[in-house]
């Protein structure tokens, strides 16, 4: 089946700093991959959809100077927190759809913000 | 705005009983529904899919779906404590690509 592979798996970072977190489709290739963040006991919010060659697709409230998305290749998305501080500490999670229904998602990355 | 509603829980269901879980949506336009469980810490993993009215069954899992009344449910047969887990259900309202999440229902199966 699909794989999409997410690193790092855990990050701590300072407050201010920046943090890159990659996103891998393995075995196939994704021309879209969505980045979703998901607080403590609560459901996944999609953020942004990620389109190879192209500009991002923002979600509503989600700041696009603050969460920098990448999509240079058609098995590599990458999201940079700009400037992080404590509020964005969360789980971060990619996905991306093979042919089968369904989006597979990467293992996540958890944040925390110091 | 699109909602997808999910009872919180937990369901605490005995070690062999069925375990049922619902969800309802609001785009009636919705095509396809998706249930996924996430273990605590972990990223979700699909489960079942369903696209027609009626269910669809697949090992131990057995999904439902009812369009005229906008909810979808996943059976779980024969609980076991391994499938103490979140899920979560994922609507994909018409026109679009996304998936809508539910907040998901945690479920404990007591040995």
């Known amino acids: 089946g699909a794989v999409v592979s997410q690193h790092p798996s855990w990050v701590i970072c300072k407050s201010g700093t920046s943090v890159k977190i990659e996103c891998r489709s393995l075995?196939?290739?994704?021309?879209?991959m969505f980045w979703y963040r998901q607080f403590p006991k609560q459901s996944l919010m999609l953020m942004a959809t990620?389109?190879?060659?192209?500009?991002?697709?923002?979600e509503q409230g989600v700041e696009k100077d603050k969460f920098l998305i990448n999509h240079a290749s058609l098995t590599l998305s990458t999201l940079t927190v700009t400037s992080a501080h404590p509020e964005d500490s969360s789980f971060y999670i990619c996905?991306?759809?093979?042919?089968?229904?369904?989006?597979?998602f990467g293992s996540g990355t958890r944040l925390t913000v110091v | 705005q699109k909602e997808v509603e999910q009872n919180s829980g937990p369901l605490s269901v005995p070690e062999g009983a069925i375990a049922s879980l619902n969800c309802t949506y609001s785009?009636?336009?919705?095509?396809?529904f998706f249930w996924y469980r996430q273990y605590s810490g972990k990223s979700p993993e699909l489960i079942m899919f369903?696209?027609?009215?009626g269910d669809k069954e697949d090992g131990r899992f057995t999904a439902q779906l009812n369009k005229a009344s906008q909810y979808v449910s996943l059976l779980i047969r024969d609980s076991q404590p391994s499938d103490s887990a979140t899920y979560l259900c994922?609507?994909?309202?018409?026109?679009?690509?996304?998936?809508?999440f539910g907040t998901g229902t945690r479920l404990k199966v007591l040995a």
């Open positions: 996905s991306a759809r093979e042919d089968l229904p369904g989006y597979t």
């Open positions: 075995d196939f290739q994704a021309t879209t």
């Open positions: 990620s389109n190879e060659g192209s500009k991002a697709t923002y």
């Open positions: 785009d009636r336009g919705s095509q396809s």
């Open positions: 369903i696209y027609s009215n």
């Open positions: 994922a609507v994909n309202p018409s026109g679009t690509y996304k998936y809508i």
